[in-house]
């Protein structure tokens, strides 16, 4: 199993970024996909959740109206746009997947750093 990460990186404050994370090795279609992200000294925080379909999302409040997260079924990604960034959103940003409390998968994490 694994999921994998990208398109983290440096951006100025008000900046753009999409992640991806692809996954394999598990029927992904199955499992509701999070994005969490963890800054220094902070705990790990969900920021956003995709149902298995795509059909339904939710946002931290934080985050509400400046990221989509996204999912394709086909190509087994999910995916996290991130519009308006702010230094607040500097992080580590992890895709995560959930079917049951057995059955759950993080990946190794993508480094986001918004900064002038």
């Known amino acids: 199993v694994q999921l994998v990460e990208s398109g983290g990186g440096l951006v100025q404050p008000g900046g753009s970024l999409r992640l991806s994370c692809g996954a394999s090795g598990f029927t992904f279609s199955q499992y509701s996909m999070r994005w969490y992200r963890q800054a220094p000294g902070n705990q790990r925080e969900q920021v956003a959740s995709?149902?298995?379909?795509?059909?339904?999302?939710d946002y931290a409040d934080s985050v509400q109206g400046r990221f989509t997260i996204s999912r394709d079924n086909a190509k087994n990604m999910v995916y996290l746009q991130m519009n308006k960034l702010e230094p607040e959103d500097t992080a580590v940003y992890y895709c995560?997947?959930?079917?049951?409390?057995?059955?759950?998968?993080w990946g190794q994490g993508t480094q986001v750093t918004v900064s002038s």
């Open positions: 995560y997947a959930y079917w049951d409390i057995t059955h759950t998968y």
């Open positions: 995709i149902s298995r379909s795509g059909d339904a999302t």
